[in-house]
Structures are given as C-alpha cells and as structure tokens.
C-alpha cells in the first residue's frame, strides 16, 4: 500500500513536468492562405479547391524553435506521380497554380538540421478544369444589368485574349481578362457605337491544357431592358 501511494505521488509530481516539456517542445502548423472565387482572403490547414491561376501562401507557423537551427522542407507533388516536382527550404513560401488536377504539398520539418523528420503535414490543393463561355448579346444602357459585355462563365484560365471587331473587321476593343468589369462597354474611343452585330474573338488557354479559340457574333441590344 505504501509503495503504490509512493508511486501515485511520483507520478502527480511528473505529470505538470511532462505536459511543461509537451507545450515547449518545437512543432509547426502550416495553414495555406489564398483568395477564393468569391474574392475572400481565406487561411485553411485542410484540402481546398481554387481555379487556376491561383497563388497560395505557405506558412509553417514554427512553435518553440527559438535557439534551435530549424529545417523546413516544402514538397510538392502532382496526385499519380513518383517523384516531387519541386522541394523547397523556406519557411513560409509561395506558389502559384496554374495546372488543373491535385497537388500535394507536405511540409517536413526537422527542429534542428542532425535530427530525424519529427512532423510531416500534407495539404492537398486541387485545381479546377477550365470552362469558357461568351454570350451572344449584351444591352449596354446603364441599368445595370448586362452592361458590359464579358465572359458568361469562365474557370481556370490561365491566358484570355479577347477582341471586338465592327462589320468591316475594325478592331473596336480588346482586353485580356475575362473578370468583370474589363469587358467592353459598347464604346469605341468613348463614344457609344450603334446598335447592331458585332464580332468577338477569343483566344485563351485553360490549367488543363484545353485551347480555346472563339469566334461569334455579338449583339449589341440598348433597347433591351429585362423583365423583373
């Protein structure tokens, strides 16, 4: 009996000791921080999915390294391949995706350059296949709806060319991102053109190798006003 109450003291006497040397031992939480198809700055530890081209911040967020020589090993690889496409030694590194499918990014971390990989934490960053559609029609009259004429639904492109030409072939306007508020406003050097056909030409390239090479007509409607 008093052996097992020595036993039970001991063990109360480590107990704070052990979970002191537990919270001070050096570890990493590396989070991923990147802007989602909303537009939202958005810092996850977990899988996520973006559209290309998408530029993720890597962060190891060391805890309890001060003193020590820590080394960070960012690896990234492709889902079905072998071998890393790239290792790298930073602490907090940075990427921009641009190739559709699952990429793996594992961090192994090691508090000092002799000792043996103590953490090893994987985020897998999916990217979306590409989509293109332009839109047959836009009604540039300021109501606000349908103003501009853009991209109906895009994803991951990551190269769009696009140019509007008049009936005589005429370039009347080009730009080179299919977000809103870049497309034509249905003006040529500030003036509002006539209503009628117009012609677009689209060339772009998506993060899963698809060419896109578009060519349509355009009406440009301003009478055209949407029922509610």
Known sequence: ?????????????????????????????????????????????????????????????????????????????????????????????????????????????????????????????TISESKLVMPNAFSPNDDGRNDEYQAKEYQSLVEFHAYIFNRWGQKLYEWTNPAKGYGWDGKYNGTPVKDGVYYVLVKARGADGIEYNIRKDVNLLRGYIKNE
């Not at 036993?7 to 109360?12: D, E, N, P, R």
């Not at 939480?29 to 973006?50: I, K, L, M, R, W």
């Not at 492709?78 to 290792?87: F, I, P, S, Y």
């Open 1 to 125: 009996m008093r052996f097992k109450q020595i036993i039970l003291t001991v063990f109360a006497m480590l107990t704070p000791v052990l979970a002191s040397a537990q919270s001070t031992y050096p570890s990493v939480s590396p989070t991923a921080t990147y802007t989602d198809d909303n537009g939202v700055e958005t810092v996850t530890s977990s899988a996520f999915q973006g559209q290309a081209p998408l530029s993720v911040l890597f962060c190891a967020n060391p805890q309890n390294v001060e003193g020590l020589s820590p080394v960070y090993e960012w690896h990234f690889r492709r889902h079905g391949e072998a071998k890393d496409m790239m290792v790298r030694y930073e602490q907090d590194t940075e990427y921009t995706f641009t190739q559709a499918g699952e990429t793996y990014v594992t961090l192994v971390f090691r508090p000092d350059p002799a000792d043996e990989a103590v953490d090893s934490t994987t985020i897998t960053v």
